[in-house]
């Protein structure tokens, strides 16, 4: 009876987690504004969904297809296409949330600390903010825990099976960003788990470095679908913006190391928040024991963390998510410990209190005034108070198909590529009375194709910049919006009339 209890405990708690993913990652799904990346890549994947010759259309721009893909069949399946591109980092993170469960069970050969890793995964600001955005990220970070775990299993079971599934969650990280080559490269590190103490250990290295080669293999064919696209060396050409390559890296292997580093440790420690960081390190501090398992998730972290300090050109607080999973195993077992030791007591309620009082905090303001919520302020440029972000979108293609019952409508966009046109596109696109083109830079003076259009049909601007439009462009503005709680950043549609 006793038994039955608990596993019906376990049963609760688990759909309990789940009702709880479901809501924090679904509720108010689309109310953030499209943002400049998620435009560009939901509009890749609408293309892609429409026509099978455009299904490596990421490439163009140097990026991997694994997003996009999935996106793809959304889109067949959801009618709205910031959303259908949102749930894909929502399903993704469903599989960081189970993933993290496993992942902790099975280095601390604990169900209740990979249980508490699946809930400072669900109540992670930096898991919540990327698990509902249609970004890459969510399915990098889900892929890299998923490698992490079939990794710790090869090198402790050394089995076939297990080099096949990891072969193919290696394949499918790579698939998605270049920093799923980061897992494979990071699997010796998981010899701290090899058992010197077995007779047999020559034999079962032998097996794990073949096994090893099997998985990589696997990963690397199906990587090795990019070279079907004639864009596939843009894959290299996009990394470059973004990562210092090693020849141009040793004219000044350091130059930049101490700013990155200090950026990076602030977007981590801010999205992480300051009590859940120092159950992060507690652990350090009793070493002696499971010195094995502490050791790999702070190496699994800090290779990384610290490479993209080296390397990194331009960086981005998304950049480091996939890392800090890894650091969730290690606070849960902090927090485990607090359980064990106070768990009923005034003192244990005050201090997970305390530790999971920030994160919760800033998860609601995420989900119901995302303006105010206390995300590093780089994140806060892009997604809700600078240019990128989508403020006024919906609501200009709105105002243009409402336009367009009847009569015809021509939009120029500031831009060509990003949140102008294709944040346009992805509403507007198959109405037949509207066309929309892109012109970056605008000219001093309306172009002969604006003063052409004017002349036939009615014919709107769209400005997204800081800066007014030439004024020598005849404009009546008709609609203004804010971004986020910045007055001076604004999207901006005009009427053009000669």
């Known amino acids: 009876m006793a038994s039955k209890r608990g596993v019906t405990r376990w049963v609760v708690g688990g759909v309990v987690i789940l009702g709880l993913f479901a809501l924090t990652r679904i509720y108010n799904l689309t109310y953030l504004p499209i943002f400049t990346d998620e435009a560009i890549y939901i509009r890749w994947s609408q293309i892609g969904s429409r026509d099978a010759a455009w299904r490596f259309i990421s490439l163009v721009d140097g990026k991997q297809p694994l997003y996009t893909w999935i996106a793809m069949v959304l889109m067949r399946l959801i009618a709205d296409p910031v959303l259908a591109g949102r749930l894909v980092s929502v399903l993704a993170g469903l599989g960081s949330l189970v993933g993290m469960f496993f992942l902790g069970r099975e280095i601390f050969r604990s169900a209740r600390i990979g249980i508490i890793a699946s809930i400072l995964y669900l109540i992670s600001p930096f898991a919540l903010v990327y ?31 297990i080099a096949f599934i990891f072969g193919v969650t290696l394949g499918l990280g790579m698939l998605n960003k270049t920093s799923g080559f980061l897992s494979l490269y990071m699997v010796p590190a998981t010899l701290i788990f090899f058992d010197l103490r077995k007779r047999d250990r020559l034999k079962r290295l032998g097996w794990w470095v073949i096994l090893v080669g099997v998985a990589a293999f696997i990963s690397l064919a199906m990587y090795s679908i990019l070279r079907l696209s004639p864009l596939f060396h843009m894959v290299g050409q996009k990394d470059a913006v973004f990562v210092y390559p090693f020849q141009e890296w040793t004219r000044h292997p350091t130059e930049f190391f101490m700013g990155n580093i200090r950026g990076l440790f602030d977007w981590l420690i801010n999205y992480l928040t300051w009590p859940v960081w120092i159950a992060v390190l507690l652990p350090a501090f009793t070493f002696w024991k499971h010195p094995r398992e502490k050791l790999l998730l702070y190496v699994w972290w800090f290779a990384p963390f610290v490479a993209l300090a080296l390397f990194g050109r331009v960086l981005y607080p998304r950049f480091i998510l996939f890392m800090t999973m890894p650091l969730l195993v290690l606070a849960s077992l902090t927090i485990n410990s607090i359980i064990q030791r106070w768990g009923k007591t005034v003192l244990g309620v005050i201090l997970l209190g305390v530790l999971i009082f920030p994160s919760v905090w800033t998860d609601y303001l995420l989900l119901t005034q995302p303006t105010h919520a206390l995300i590093p302020q780089a994140d806060r440029g892009q997604y809700i108070n600078d240019w990128p972000a989508g403020w006024g979108v919906k609501e200009v293609s709105d105002f243009i198909l409402e336009k367009s019952q009847k009569e015809k409508v021509v939009v120029f966009t500031e831009g060509t590529f990003g949140l102008l046109p294709y944040g346009l596109e992805i509403w507007l696109v198959d109405k037949p009375n509207i066309k929309i083109h892109g012109i970056w830079p605008l000219p001093v003076t309306p172009p002969p194709e604006v003063v052409e259009s004017v002349s036939q049909n009615t014919t709107y601007l769209v400005a997204n910049s800081p800066e007014d439009v030439p004024v020598g462009w005849p404009l009546t503005l008709v609609a203004s919006y804010p971004k986020g709680l910045r007055k001076d950043r604004t999207l901006r549609l005009y009427r053009i009339g000669l």
């Open 131 to 161: 698990d509902r955005m249609a970004l890459y990220d969510s399915l990098t970070a889900m892929t890299s825990i998923w490698s992490f775990y079939f990794a710790i299993l090869l090198i402790q079971r050394v089995r076939l099976d």
